[in-house]
């Protein structure tokens, strides 16, 4: 249901913006959906690889090697304080799986995860600070679904909050 409800949200995403490449790669740009049914949500991550661990090309160094399996880690451990939810709503944000995609000449960070908090999300106050963790984020699309309630915000910044009422 929550996979069919992102996918959903995904392609509404993707139709406001049509003229532009869906795939479209920029370096400071991330995007993020989330979608929730009730208590239970889904997040999906996606950005450069150079946002996130600062190159694109497959890490053969050591050094490469180190910089790129921290910065993922990161992601993982992190998600919680760039995606706040609120604290009454004990909720848990839990690595799925990531995975980095290699293209041509750039690769794209994509990490899914899961939600599950003890009351609905609908109706409370969502806090981004995406920078805080990947400095180089500059901007993220997010998109968010929770029950009846659709919205969406460019965070540019620490700390900008997207009500979902
Ligand atoms: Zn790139």
């Not at 661990?53 to 050094?63: D, L, N, T, V």
């Not at 599950?116 to 901007?139: D, H, N, W, Y």
């Amino acid at each position: 249901m929550l996979k069919v409800l992102l996918f959903s949200l995904m392609a509404m995403a993707h139709s406001d913006h049509s003229a532009h490449n869906q795939s479209a790669h920029v370096h400071g740009a991330g995007k993020v959906s989330l979608a929730f049914d009730g208590k239970k949500g889904k997040l999906e991550f996606h950005a450069p690889a150079e946002s996130i661990y600062g190159f694109e090309h497959a890490a053969k160094s050591k050094k490469d090697k180190q910089k790129k399996e921290a910065a993922l880690s990161k992601l993982g451990e992190k998600i919680s304080e760039m995606v706040v939810l609120d604290p009454a709503l004990k909720c848990e944000i839990k690595l799925d799986m990531y995975e980095v995609i290699e293209k041509k000449n750039h690769s794209d960070v994509e990490g899914e995860f899961n939600i599950s908090c003890e009351a609905p999300v609908a109706g409370s106050t969502i806090t981004f600070s995406f920078q805080k963790v990947f400095p180089r984020l500059k901007k993220v699309q997010v998109e968010v679904l929770a029950d009846q309630v659709q919205k969406s915000l460019e965070v540019g910044k620490n700390g900008e909050t997207l009500e979902l009422k």
